[in-house]
Nanobody, 126 residues
Framework: QVQLVESGGGLVQAGGSLRLSCAAS????????MGWFRQAPGKEREFVAA????????YYADSVKGRFTISRDNAKNTVYLQMNSLKPEDTAVYYC???????????????????WGQGTQVTVSS
């Protein structure tokens, strides 16, 4: 079992920045690829970004590419999502997720993730 706790959400004006954190506990963090997903009101949850267990491979949704950066610190059992140039359409609940991997890759497929956090709200005002 892996427990995930997100933090760092809040209210920000368009063009601003936020950094989300996801602290993991339980099983060995470095065995897991990590992903960020989001769900806006009335919409399905969607992929945002993912990072392999070494941090060497990162993946982004087209909608956030160039604005968001995913990273991880395996010594601190934490994954981050730096969000810059935020837009009102980025408003959503953001979830981090863990996917056990034996190879150093990550996936954008939601169903492959084994553990999920409770989410943190991000609201971008226009």
């Amino acid at each position: 079992q892996v427990q995930l706790v997100e933090s760092g959400g809040g209210l920000v004006q368009a063009g601003g920045s936020l950094r989300l954190s996801c602290a993991a506990s339980g099983r060995t963090f470095r065995n897991y690829a990590m992903g960020w997903f989001r769900q806006a009101p009335g919409k399905e949850r969607e992929f945002v970004a993912a990072v392999s267990w070494s941090g060497g491979r990162t993946y982004y949704a087209d909608s956030v590419k160039g604005r968001f950066t995913i990273s991880r610190d395996n010594a601190k059992n934490t994954v981050y999502l730096q969000m810059n140039s935020l837009k009102p359409e980025d408003t959503a609940v953001y979830y981090c997720a863990a996917d056990y991997r034996t190879v150093d890759i990550a996936t954008m497929r939601e169903y492959e993730y084994d553990f999920w956090g409770q989410g943190t709200q991000v609201t971008v005002s226009s």
